[in-house]
C-alpha cells in the first residue's frame, strides 16, 4: 500500500475538493462571475460581455499627475478611477481611462482645447421580455412620453433588436432613476434612436414608453378669484 506524507495528503484533498466544487453549477457560476470581476479590475479594457453596456464619465476635476497615468498626450490624466453610479451595477470597481471617447469629448467642449478625462467601465443591461413591453405612444391625458439611451453594446445581446440595430437589445427595463416611472420591459424606438445617432455621432440605443402620471400628483388650476 502507497502511503503519502501530510503535505501530499493536504495537496490531494485540495485539488479534489476544487474538483468537486467546480462539478457543482452553482459554484461554477460563482468562480467564473468572481474571476470576471477580478479581471475587470486588474484590465478595465476588456471588452463587455454580452448583454453587457458600456458606461462613462467625464472629469475635468482631476489631479494633474498620477503615479499611473495615462498613455501621452492625456498623461495628465489618471490611467483609472472608480467607478462611479451609472444607469445599471457595474461588473468592477475599476473605470479605465477610455482614449477615443476623452477625443469624443474634448472635440465636444466649448472652450478649447478641451481637457476632460473620460472613463468607461461595463455594467449588465437588464434585457427584457418584448412581449411584456409597455405601450410607446400615450393616449390619455395623464400619460407623459419617457425615453432612455445608451451605448449599444459591443459583445452583442441575447436578444436582438432589428437591422442595423442588432447590437441594440429589442426590449429591457430602463433604470429606475432615468425615469418619472420605469416599467419592466419597453422597446426599442428606431426612430429615435436614428435620431440620436444622427445628433451625436454614437452608436446607442434608445428606447420609449408611455408613464401615466398618478392623478393626484396633477397639479390643478385654481379658479380665478375676483
Same mark, same amino acid.
Request: net charge neutral; aromatic share 8%.
Given at each position: 500500500?502507497? @502511503?503519502?506524507?501530510?503535505?501530499?495528503?493536504? &495537496?490531494?484533498?485540495?485539488?479534489?475538493?476544487?474538483?468537486?466544487?467546480?462539478?457543482?453549477?452553482?459554484?461554477? #457560476?460563482?468562480?467564473?462571475?468572481?474571476?470576471?470581476?477580478?479581471? @475587470?479590475?486588474?484590465?478595465?479594457?476588456?471588452?463587455?460581455?454580452?448583454?453587457?453596456?458600456? /458606461?462613462?464619465?467625464?472629469?475635468?476635476?482631476?489631479?494633474?499627475?498620477?503615479?499611473?497615468?495615462?498613455?501621452?498626450? &492625456?498623461?495628465?490624466?489618471?490611467?483609472? $478611477?472608480?467607478?462611479?453610479?451609472?444607469?445599471?451595477?457595474? $461588473?468592477?470597481?475599476?473605470?479605465?481611462?477610455?482614449?477615443? &471617447?476623452? /477625443?469624443?469629448?474634448?472635440?465636444?467642449?466649448?472652450?478649447?482645447?478641451?481637457?476632460?478625462?473620460?472613463?468607461?467601465?461595463?455594467?449588465?443591461?437588464?434585457?427584457?421580455?418584448?412581449?411584456?413591453?409597455?405601450?410607446?405612444?400615450?393616449?390619455?391625458?395623464?400619460? $407623459? /412620453?419617457?425615453?432612455?439611451?445608451? @451605448?449599444?453594446?459591443?459583445?452583442?445581446?441575447?436578444?436582438?433588436?432589428?437591422?442595423?440595430?442588432?447590437?441594440?437589445?429589442?426590449?429591457? #427595463?430602463?433604470?429606475?432613476?432615468?425615469?418619472?416611472?420605469?416599467?419592466?420591459?419597453?422597446?426599442?424606438?428606431?426612430?429615435?434612436?436614428?435620431?440620436?445617432?444622427?445628433?451625436?455621432?454614437?452608436? /446607442?440605443?434608445?428606447?420609449?414608453?408611455?408613464?401615466?402620471?398618478?392623478?393626484?400628483?396633477?397639479? @390643478?388650476?385654481?379658479?380665478?378669484?375676483?
Amino acid at each position: 500500500m502507497v @502511503r503519502f506524507g501530510v503535505g501530499t495528503r493536504r &495537496f490531494l484533498g485540495g485539488v479534489l475538493l476544487a474538483v468537486f466544487w467546480a462539478g457543482v453549477p452553482g459554484c461554477q #457560476k460563482t468562480i467564473s462571475e468572481q474571476a470576471r470581476v477580478a479581471a @475587470r479590475d486588474q484590465d478595465p479594457s476588456l471588452p463587455c460581455g454580452e448583454d453587457e453596456v458600456r /458606461e462613462y464619465v467625464c472629469d475635468d476635476l482631476l489631479p494633474l499627475t498620477s503615479s499611473r497615468p495615462a498613455p501621452e498626450p &492625456f498623461d495628465n490624466c489618471p490611467g483609472a $478611477i472608480d467607478t462611479r453610479p451609472g444607469a445599471y451595477k457595474p $461588473i468592477g470597481r475599476v473605470a479605465g481611462f477610455d482614449q477615443p &471617447f476623452t /477625443e469624443y469629448q474634448r472635440q465636444r467642449e466649448h472652450v478649447k482645447p478641451g481637457h476632460s478625462c473620460c472613463y468607461s467601465w461595463c455594467a449588465k443591461a437588464q434585457v427584457a421580455d418584448p412581449s411584456k413591453a409597455a405601450p410607446l405612444a400615450c393616449r390619455d391625458a395623464y400619460g $407623459i /412620453e419617457e425615453r432612455f439611451c445608451m @451605448r449599444e453594446l459591443e459583445g452583442g445581446t441575447s436578444e436582438p433588436g432589428p437591422s442595423p440595430y442588432d447590437r441594440c437589445p429589442m426590449a429591457l #427595463k430602463p433604470p429606475e432613476q432615468s425615469a418619472f416611472s420605469a416599467p419592466t420591459s419597453v422597446l426599442i424606438d428606431v426612430a429615435k434612436t436614428n435620431e440620436r445617432r444622427q445628433n451625436t455621432k454614437l452608436p /446607442e440605443c434608445c428606447y420609449g414608453w408611455c408613464s401615466k402620471i398618478p392623478a393626484q400628483t396633477v397639479l @390643478r388650476s385654481h379658479p380665478k378669484t375676483k
